[in-house]
């Protein structure tokens, strides 16, 4: 295909690493389609939204860029629209009311389908794929246009059986799915080839891997062990990791594996375990807690990160406390914070007798980030002194003074200078300044 005869393409992607993926994706898929991406919104013959629907707030973002991109349509009548991801798997229907102009709705889980979807779209068909079921999932058959140089993103398991009361990610993604460990070394293979630094291994819930296979051996931590003989110089991240899911088995592989980094990010979501129970996660707070202390104890530098929701149905001060104190005490490295949304389909959206008002949920989520910033803080001033390995991800140009952005294996923010690296280089540094979510350092040989 001539580069004349390209037409652009624009996606906006919201919402998590895994639509982030999906995106890169769906791009590679459209290049062969004749489709190069751009930038410029302005500029596209195609434009896709890629939306994420776990609070209303990003809801809401999706349906007012379909606005803006309807009343462009109007002047320009030529261009396509396109929606997916989690808001279009749920709302197909009130898509189709709000946004009659839109070209193409697609869901999680027919991505694959969109070599047909486009043809019918560019025969001026309204098309709408949502399935319940993945269709076509022949994931290698297609480029993937990663958007970053150093970080690839590689999911590993799709989808999510644990039904927590407040999360609508089952209903929008499916059940648990694992991909076959030959796809995904075959897919690590070739990113290391292409010079990428960094493996993420993602999934909703990456330490169910291989649960719904029939073949005991196919684990998070053997796919760590295999990953971890691939030869060539790069890490290896995973993430989001269920608490009462972290097998001793895991940790093994983690603390064996060298090229795995040692970092856990686990959602807490509550510090009290009458708010977990009401939540449905299967642990309490006395069983994170003893999760956390054996990584701490395991790893030194381990860096633990976890999410929270401020105001679930039902949650006291009190027990608003207990969450607080959680972070505090847990010495948590760094949390993602939320107020509580209610969401369609999920058992807590219905506890509407018991919602927290919005109030309420703002001044708790205020003085949750203001305990985050807090414990990251200290978190980070701990590591004032000691040498750290980094991975460049950046640099930025200020005053002729070239800083480079690195992040540690423990996935700590590290800025320094030197001007022997770039992009894609490991160095050590010796960490010197700390600040809420950042560090500060020197090189070191
Ligand atoms: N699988 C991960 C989380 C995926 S969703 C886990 O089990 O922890 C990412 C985060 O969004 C969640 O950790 C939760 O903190 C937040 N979240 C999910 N549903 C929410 C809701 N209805 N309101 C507010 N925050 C929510
Ligand atoms: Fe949502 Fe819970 Fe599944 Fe995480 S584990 S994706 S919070 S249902
Ligand atoms: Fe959002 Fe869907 Fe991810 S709801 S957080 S984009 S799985």
Request: net charge neutral; hydrophobic share 35%; charged share 30%.
């Amino acid at each position: 295909m001539y580069n004349f005869l390209m037409k652009k393409l624009y996606i906006e992607t919201l919402g998590c690493q895994m639509n982030k993926s999906d995106s890169e994706r769906i791009a590679g898929i459209l290049s062969h389609f004749g489709y190069e991406e751009t930038n410029l919104e302005k500029e596209a013959d195609l434009l896709i939204i890629n939306t994420c629907s776990i609070r209303q707030l990003s809801t809401d973002k999706a349906y007012s860029k379909l606005g803006v991109w309807g009343k462009r349509k109007k002047s320009k009548p030529d261009i396509k629209i396109g929606i997916c991801g989690c808001v279009a798997q749920q709302d197909k229907e009130k898509i189709r009311q709000r946004a009659p102009y839109v070209d193409l709705i697609f869901g999680t889980h027919n991505i694959y389908e969109l070599p047909t979807l486009i043809k019918r779209v560019e025969a001026d068909e309204k098309v709408c794929a949502i399935t319940s079921k993945p269709v076509n999932s022949n994931w290698n058959d297609f480029k993937i246009l990663r958007k970053d140089n150093v970080n690839a993103w590689v999911p590993i398991i799709e989808g999510c059986n644990n039904f927590c009361t407040y999360c609508v990610v089952p209903f929008t993604r499916g059940r648990e799915r694992s991909r076959q460990p030959e796809e995904i070394i075959t897919e690590v293979k070739n990113i290391i080839a292409e010079g990428f630094k960094e493996i993420t291994l993602l999934g909703q819930n990456v330490d169910s891997y291989g649960k719904d296979f029939n073949d005991k051996n196919i684990t998070l931590a053997n796919l760590l062990r295999e990953l971890n003989k691939l030869e060539g110089q790069f890490r290896i991240r995973f993430v989001t990791s269920y608490p009462s899911d972290i097998t001793d088995d895991l940790i093994n592989a983690v603390d064996e594996c060298e090229k795995v980094c040692k970092y856990f990010h686990i959602p807490m979501q509550s510090g009290n375990s009458r708010i977990l129970k009401e939540m449905n996660r299967h642990y309490t707070k006395s069983e994170y807690y003893e999760i956390v202390a054996k990584i701490r104890n395991r790893f030194p530098d381990v860096a633990i990160t976890s999410d929270f929701i401020a105001g679930f149905p039902g949650e006291t001060e009190e027990e608003f406390q207990d969450t607080l104190n959680a972070m505090e005490e847990l010495k948590l490295d760094y949390s993602n914070t939320a107020a509580y949304s209610p969401r369609v389909f999920t058992k807590a959206g219905q506890m509407t007798d018991k919602f927290i008002s919005e109030d309420i949920k703002y001044e708790r989520l205020e003085r949750l980030n203001q305990k985050n910033r807090e414990v990251c803080l200290k978190s980070n001033e701990k590591f004032v002194g000691k040498i750290l390995k980094v991975l460049v991800e950046s640099k930025t140009e200020k005053d002729n003074i070239i800083t480079l952005n690195s992040r540690a294996d423990n996935n700590k923010i590290v800025h320094f200078i030197d001007n022997s690296k770039q992009a894609g280089d490991f160095a050590k540094v010796k960490i010197t300044k700390a600040q809420t979510w950042c560090l500060y350092g020197e090189p070191v040989d």
